[in-house]
């Protein structure tokens, strides 16, 4: 009988709880431990779902018996402790965004490659089921050639308070557009394809937390000469995500405002199929958790790679940069450092 998939999670709060519960329901994986700086939250962790734990998460690259190593701790921290557990060999699960920055993300990016690790980036929003049926209908070309992709995102504000780490530039790297942007900005491309360049606006309407902003504009110019559209805002008072893509067929929405959670697939003459699935429990951490488990079993890379949470990051600072210039901004082109290749070594 093949062995269980061993995991590690950096990071005990909000976040690495639900990636706790995650990998303890899944029969193909095991929690072995856990760690943050934070003895309390450690320990009460470790006594939750069974397993050991770390008060300092440095000794973790020493452990020989972790596979993959969760980390859900503040963006700053993303570098230093991916790079310390790619270099003993570790898998790597990095929340988003991968980084505060493109030169980090590239620097992660390099080490899971140099290393001959995986990288997976999170990204739950990728496995909300109308997103997956709008990802569907989308290879199935129900709409034709896509022409255009526009959506917003954003929160009430809820992690913008102080002592919140999300409004310390420092801890955080960047606003809105940055953090649940993220998600938007990798769905996008998923969708409708790569990107080479963007304009972009910002603004700190609302909450103190300059020099970041609580709102977010950008328009995105794909290689074949599509238009991206995204905002992300932390004056969302309903939340969460709205999505279209129109083609030259019909158009394809993506609704999870409030409770809604619903797809909906209409023609040019405006008839509409509409897929609803608001009376569903919500799975998408769990979904996301199958899916990377598959991937290992099949030798495909996990989604989003560490290039989607690359590129996710250069797009946001490509809007920070063309607000602070007032400019169009070129994106890098595609750099030679996807690891989506690299397989799972299983000991």
Known sequence: MERAIRFAVVGCGRMGQRRMGTITAHPGAELVCVADVEPDLARQAAEQFGCGYH??????????????????????????????????????????PLARDPAEAREIVAAARANGCVLKVGSNLRYF?????????????????????????????WNVQPGMWFADPE??????????????????????????????????GLWPIQPLEDNGFGIFETVDGKTISIQSSTTEWNGYMYLEVYGSDGYIRVDSRGRTCLTALGDRQGNEQV?????????????????????????????PSGYDGLR???????????????????LPARADLDVGSNLVRRA
């Not at 020989?64 to 790619?86: E, K, Q």
């Open 55 to 96: 008060e300092n998460q440095d000794e973790l690259p020493q452990r020989d018996d972790v596979d993959w190593v969760v980390i859900s701790v503040p963006n700053r921290w993303h570098l230093p402790l991916a790079v310390a557990n790619f270099d003993s060999g570790k898998h790597v699960f990095c929340e988003k």
């Open 129 to 157: 089921p109308n997103v997956l049926r709008a990802k569907a209908l989308l290879d199935e070309r129900a709409i034709g050639e896509p022409l255009f992709l526009r959506s917003w995102i954003g929160v009430n504000g």
């Open 171 to 204: 801890a955080a790297g960047g606003g809105t557009f940055l953090d649940s942007g993220c998600h938007v900005l990798d769905i996008a491309r998923w969708f409708v394809g790569e990107v080479r360049a963007c304009v972009g606006m910002v603004q700190t």
């Open 275 to 303: 897929f609803d699935y608001s009376d569903q429990p919500p799975t998408s951490y769990q979904a996301e958790f199958a899916d990377l488990m598959r991937a290992l079993r099949e030798g495909r890379a996990p989604a």
């Open 312 to 330: 996710a990051v250069e797009m946001a600072w490509g809007v920070y940069e063309s607000a602070r210039t007032g400019r169009r901004v070129e």
